[in-house]
């Protein structure tokens, strides 16, 4: 790990406006760390780097790990492509490339970030915007460059096509991504409508139902992951309803649940809807028959306070439900369940009650 330089900021997605929430390290600034660690990159806040940053442009290489991609960039500024492993895609399902703008100050001796760029990967050519890329994951079985220094070598136009390979690979079958999900997880995937301004659309949305690490999901043994749309089935009896307990990481708000419906909150989410309502928490209401449960529809709810929880039944809150206590003797730490009063008090805090 390098230094700590922190960026931070939000974008929107060309495709949806889901506006995502950003927080991550660029490790680019790292040659003064012991004078400048922790920095802050956020817009409006210039950081010291303690060297002149334009010398990060002046070789084909800068610092054994990131390479010049297109020759000249805007004057006075660098455009930063992150990690390869960390471009994500929408979860209205458009692969995004996120690029970092800064702006260099040489005789400050600092940098300001401009803004967090979201891209289209299939609309808008990325790669040609780029100045500076991480070497990672650039030389797989099939790259014809075998190291960083033949990359940086290598004619501008090979560069950016080199980067535009490396940016469609890492999006290879994004379509596919969340279909089967990898074992053990559960996503949800239909129409999720946004409970403030009422916009509904095909999303793919993470859940904390099933987990590879858990013995049985959340709906106990007639669920162990996949993929979950409105109207698919969950068999099975759930004994679990009726007794008062949390359900792995998930808090049970009330007790008895009501008899023929259940509803579960996950927790925030690092994106907001277009219409800017906070970050969403995805709510999903199941019908129950006797012979299981249906997925009966997805929503996207900004949830402020314990009042917007009023209609639900579990809540995910993995700190809340358990907390890192010491085992006896020398055993370490173990996560164990917290009490149900402690529970509480814990997500009232977490909104500020
Ligand atoms: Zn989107
Ligand atoms: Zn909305």
Known sequence: MGAFD??????????????????????VFDPDFGEHCMRDLAVGRPQPVG????????????????????????????????DLGEQFACSCGRPLVTLLRFRLDDAAAEVELLEIELLDLLEDDAAARVDLADRDGMFDVDSPWDDVEELAAAPESARIEALRAALALRFEGHETWFVPPPAGFTWLIGQAR????????????????????????????????????????????????????????????RH?????????????ASWACACGAGPVAVVA???VDDAGLTLASIALRSVRSLADLADVDLVCAPRCVRALRLREGWGGVVRQPKGREEALACLARRFGG
């Open 6 to 27: 922190v960026y931070r900021g939000q974008a929107r997605c060309p495709a949806c406006r889901a506006i995502h929430f950003f927080s991550g390290q660029t490790k």
């Open 51 to 82: 060297f002149r940053p334009s010398s990060m442009l002046e070789a084909a290489i800068w610092e054994d790990e990131w390479w010049r991609v297109r020759a000249r960039g805007v004057p006075g500024e660098l455009t930063l492509l992150p």
């Open 194 to 253: 946004c409970e403030a301004c009422g916009d509904a659309r095909e999303r793919r949305l993470w859940t904390m139902y099933s987990h590879p690490g858990y013995v049985t999901s959340i709906f106990g043994e007639g669920w162990a992951g996949g993929v979950l749309r409105p109207g698919s089935r969950i068999g099975g009896p759930s004994p679990w309803r009726e007794r008062d307990e949390d359900r792995g990481y998930y808090l049970r708000l």
């Open 256 to 268: 008895p649940l009501p008899a023929r419906s259940l509803t579960l909150c996950e927790e925030d």
């Open 285 to 287: 209401h199941f019908r």
